[in-house]
């Protein structure tokens, strides 16, 4: 939830640099210096409902489908896309959160090929309906990547994405009233030779920030200012695919891109390679969640092949103790061998969510017993087939959300995200 993350990513199969960059054609490997955060100055702050959009008529019976034996269903196994016939249908969504109580959501879309976006929206009524806040403002237009919320959807943050087009880094952007107004906050360049991130994450508060885009950036004002905690450390300059934290921000995990799982156990100031040398190394990580304490991680990864030539199946792996051992529990299952793209956590580590997408089977699976057994919520259904990019969770897993961005062709790049995407809820 929160993506204080109890969290929520998108496809990296097929190597995303800056999450679609690489889908999208546009320059994803650059070399990369580190500037300071320019602190609590920019531009926003308009108040702006843009267009409202009333969620489309829906509503797909889900059957029990191939999961591991013993799974039970989460929410009533039922999906409806809520954008279908909006202004908020056929947009490129990346990325989406969720407050503890899953009535107050917020998503961002990117700039597509076919049906350029690059805005913030939000929902007060668990996804029934959808606001665009950022239309005719300086937010609008923006190459959006992630996005956090509080316990609330009171405050929120968000940043953009390296795009290689035009100079300068990763803007991050945050709101203080439930995404009607924006603020620029300030500008970070990754130090990563490949630029994969930005993710960035909230505390139940949204008082306490993190930001992983090469380094790991931290906020204790709400992002009016920011430290950079890993310059010149083992974990600076790292690719980072996705990060979680519990509900204060102070235990993370953070994924690398096809390499390995790291924690950090004082708000990102120092980091430990929890599996290097171990069977968990090495794999195409895609999302990562966590628990409000930080103890029950949750990390999917994708088919892949190694530089060797070893074939990877796509499964999902659990920790159970802040990270330190990981066990994948999926393999030999129906849950195994899918191009996974995006997990999310209730606040105990109970409830869990993962979406694939860019393969055969791309569908919603849930579990109820912390990852032990998987259920796929959305076989047989409409919701089946869709390019799922992430999954966000209430605090009680019972209410989730997910966006798509159904994967079409765009020059420069194998699939989408381009314009076809919508929002679901359960």
Known sequence: ???????????????????????????????????????????????????VS?????????????????????GGGTWINRTAGTTAAGLPWVDVASDATGTNLVAVTTIGTGNPDGNIWTSADA????????????????????????????????????????????????????????????????????VVGPT????????????????????????????????????????????ASDSTATHLVGITAASDIWT????GATWSNRTTGTAASGLDWQGVASDATGTTLVAVCSVSVSSSGILYAGDIWVSADSGTTWTNRT???????????????????????AASAHGIGNDIWTSSDSGTTWLNETTGTTASGQQWA???SDASGARLVSVTTNGAPVAGGPGGPCCFGDIWTN
């Not at 679609?20 to 409902?49: D, K, Q, V």
């Not at 009333?54 to 989460?74: E, M």
Request: charged share 15%; glycine share 14%.
């Open 390 to 392: 992430r999954v966000a």
């Open 127 to 194: 996804g029934a309906t959808w606001s665009n806040r950022t239309k005719g403002t300086t937010a609008s237009g923006q190459y959006w990547q992630s996005v956090a919320s509080d316990a609330t959807g009171t405050n929120l943050v968000a940043v953009t994405r390296f795009t290689g087009l035009i100079p300068g880094g990763e803007d991050v952007w945050t709101s203080a009233d439930g995404g009607a107004t924006w603020t620029k906050r300030t500008t970070v360049t990754s130090t990563a030779r490949g």
């Open 54 to 74: 009333t969620g489309g008529a829906g509503g797909n019976a889900v059957s029990d489908g191939g999961g591991a034996s013993g799974a039970t269903s989460l």
């Open 264 to 267: 950090s156990a004082d708000a």
């Open 1 to 51: 939830m929160l993506r204080a993350k109890y969290s929520m990513s998108f496809p990296r199969s097929v190597r995303r640099f800056g999450r679609i960059s690489c889908y999208l054609g546009l320059a994803a490997i650059a070399s990369c210096s580190n500037s300071a955060p320019a602190g609590g100055s920019g531009t926003g702050g308009t108040t702006n409902l843009g267009d």
């Open 331 to 353: 393999t030999g299952t129906a849950a195994s061998g899918h191009l996974w793209v995006s997990v999310a956590s209730d606040a105990a580590g109970t409830h869990l969510v």
């Open 200 to 243: 960035i994450v909230s505390d139940s508060t949204g008082k306490h920030l993190v930001l992983a885009d090469g380094d790991i950036w931290s906020s204790d004002d709400s992002g009016a200012t920011w430290t950079d905690r890993t310059a010149a450390t083992s974990s600076a300059a790292q690719t980072w695919i996705d990060m």
